[in-house]
């Protein structure tokens, strides 16, 4: 079973999973669990459960449970400054995950500030850098196909009408 972050302070949890949580979702049993956990905590539900919940639905492969995954911990950072170092990691994990490469990079960006040397953290932009040229090549790709069918067409429009 994959490690939760547990602790106020979860660079150690981070610092271990080398960037797994891209890829690696939760069991629904586990997903489960903390839901639970969540639910029933009620109205007042703690920072960490929040973060772990938010944690699990990042990590699922359904992207509802990524958007909303997204929301709590965006409320999250929003309302515990102490816990913004691993929101915002996650919510670039978060991000990414959604296709949200521009919001991705700005949270990894906002990371890399508050600690500059982290190498997971680097590597994570670099994942986020490379999934954006390679979006950017295939949005090049396309307008050229769009250009060259165009022209195509206005070329064989022009020629009927020279006829």
């Not at 709590?72 to 170092?85: F, N």
């Not at 960006?109 to 982290?118: N, R, T």
Request: aromatic share 8%; net charge negative.
């Amino acid at each position: 079973m994959t490690p939760t972050p547990n602790s106020p302070d979860c660079s150690h949890f981070r610092s271990n999973t080398d960037l797994v949580d891209i890829e690696s979702p939760l069991s629904d049993e586990e997903l489960y669990v903390l839901s639970q956990q969540y639910n029933n905590e009620g109205d007042f539900v703690s920072v960490q459960t929040r973060f772990n919940y938010a944690w699990g639905l990042i990590k699922s492969r359904k992207v509802e449970d990524q958007q909303l995954g997204v929301q709590i911990l965006a409320q999250v950072y929003k309302d515990t400054p102490s816990r913004r170092r691993e929101c915002l990691y996650y919510l670039a994990i978060g991000s990414y995950k959604l296709g949200e490469y521009t919001d991705a990079r700005k949270y990894c960006d906002l990371l890399l500030q508050i600690e500059p040397d982290d190498p997971q953290s680097a590597k994570l932009r670099q994942i986020i850098e490379d999934k954006l040229a390679k979006e950017g090549m295939i949005g090049i790709a396309i307008v050229g196909g769009v250009i060259a069918v165009g022209a195509a067409v206005l070329g064989a429009v022009l020629s009927q009408k020279k006829r």
